[in-house]
């Protein structure tokens, strides 16, 4: 089993930054690609994000494309989501996710493992 557990939401204003971690731990060595999905409230969750084992490729939804960057680290088992000129229409709970295999995914349903989300708040 693999555990994560993301960190780092919280509310900031339209233009600003954040930066989610995603923490994982236990049998950490099954883990392939790491991705980052989203949802807002009444809406189906969406896919933001995946970056490869190696980290070597990435992957954004356009609504990200040039805002945020994926990264990792697979000596610290995390990943990271770094958050920039943030709009109001990203406010959601954002999930950190693990898959097995180092394919990359947009589809929820391939990954294996979530953590609990972490809510990001954008304000006008």
């Known amino acids: 089993q693999v555990q994560l557990v993301e960190s780092g939401g919280g509310l900031v204003r339209a233009g600003g930054s954040l930066r989610l971690s995603c923490a994982a731990s236990?049998?950490?060595?099954?883990?392939?690609?790491m991705g980052w999905f989203r949802q807002a409230p009444g809406k189906e969750r969406e896919f933001v994000s995946a970056?490869?084992?190696?980290?070597?490729?990435?992957y954004y939804a356009d609504f990200v494309t040039g805002r945020f960057t994926i990264s990792r680290d697979n000596a610290k088992n995390t990943v990271w989501l770094q958050m920039n000129s943030l709009k109001p229409e990203d406010t959601a709970v954002y999930y950190c996710?693990?898959?097995?295999?180092?394919?990359?995914?947009?589809?929820?349903?391939?990954?294996?493992?979530w953590g609990q989300g972490t809510q990001v708040t954008v304000s006008s």
């Open positions: 236990g049998r950490t060595f099954n883990i392939g690609a």
């Open positions: 970056i490869i084992r190696s980290g070597g490729s990435t």
């Open positions: 996710a693990a898959k097995y295999g180092n394919n990359y995914s947009d589809d929820e349903k391939f990954y294996n493992y």
